[in-house]
T-cell receptor, first 111, second 110 residues
Framework: DVKVTQSSRYLVKRTGEKVFLECVQD?????MFWYRQDPGLGLRLIYF???????EKGDIPEGYSVSREKKERFSLILESASTNQTSMYLC??????????FGEGSRLTVL | GQQVMQIPQYQHVQEGEDFTTYCNSS?????IQWYKQRPGGHPVFLIQ?????EVKKQKRLTFQFGEAKKNSSLHITATQTTDVGTYFC??????????FGTGTRLKVLA
């Protein structure tokens, strides 16, 4: 079974802190994605990557950056966390365009 | 930019009643996928539709892709309590970007 593992299920950070969310997949997928999920807004794409060191902005990249140094790992970085970044963050991966496999999610609270 | 609208946002049904959720895209899609997210869980893939006018069935679930490949629906016949969750459509237009609808949260009353 494909497994997508997110490093933290729950995080509480303070405004201005730097936050790292890590995601690892074990099925050699080329494509990886970071979404945030908010009530009533569904899943919104922050960034995606279709290859190592390649990244593309999604619909809401402001305030976020990403890193993909290895194929299996895709990290989301909040350089200076703000309260409006309190959300559920979901990582996903897929091979060619097809079924997305999601991690369990990381619920971030910024105080 | 590309948008995928999904209605209704919420639906409460009595167990045994039918349920339908609809997705509409502002642009033509290459394919559309459907996902289910149980309360407290993460989205899980249900199905992918690729062809214009395609209809697929999974037991009590029927999925349709519109002729113009801009809309889709998911219909559940005779809902059960295990159907509870949020159903998302995700449109793909060939740019590695899956655009998710806002989701329909289904509650089934026993």
């Amino acid at each position: 079974d494909v497994k997508v593992t997110q490093s933290s299920r729950y995080l509480v950070k303070r405004t201005g802190e730097k936050v790292f969310l890590e995601c690892v997949q074990d099925m050699d997928h080329e494509n990886m994605f970071w979404y945030r999920q908010d009530p009533g807004l569904g899943l919104r794409l922050i960034y995606f990557s279709y290859d190592v060191k390649m990244k593309e902005k999604g619909d809401i990249p402001e305030g976020y950056s990403v890193s993909r140094e290895k194929k299996e790992r895709f990290s989301l970085i909040l350089e200076s966390a703000s309260t409006n970044q309190t959300s559920m963050y979901l990582c996903a991966s897929c091979r060619a365009p097809g079924e997305l496999f999601f991690g369990e999610g990381s619920r971030l609270t910024v105080l | 930019g590309q948008q995928v609208m999904q209605i209704p946002q919420y639906q409460h049904v009595q167990e045994g009643e039918d349920f339908t959720t609809y997705c509409n895209s502002s642009t033509t899609l290459s394919n559309i996928q459907w996902y289910k997210q149980r309360p407290g869980g993460h989205p899980v893939f249900l199905i992918q539709l690729v062809k214009s006018g395609e209809v697929k069935k999974q037991k009590r679930l029927t999925f349709q892709f519109g002729e113009a490949k801009k809309n889709s629906s998911l219909h559940i016949t005779a809902t059960q309590t295990t159907d509870v969750g949020t159903y998302f459509c995700a449109g793909f237009s060939g740019t590695y970007k899956y655009i998710f609808g806002t989701g329909t949260r289904l509650k089934v009353l026993a």
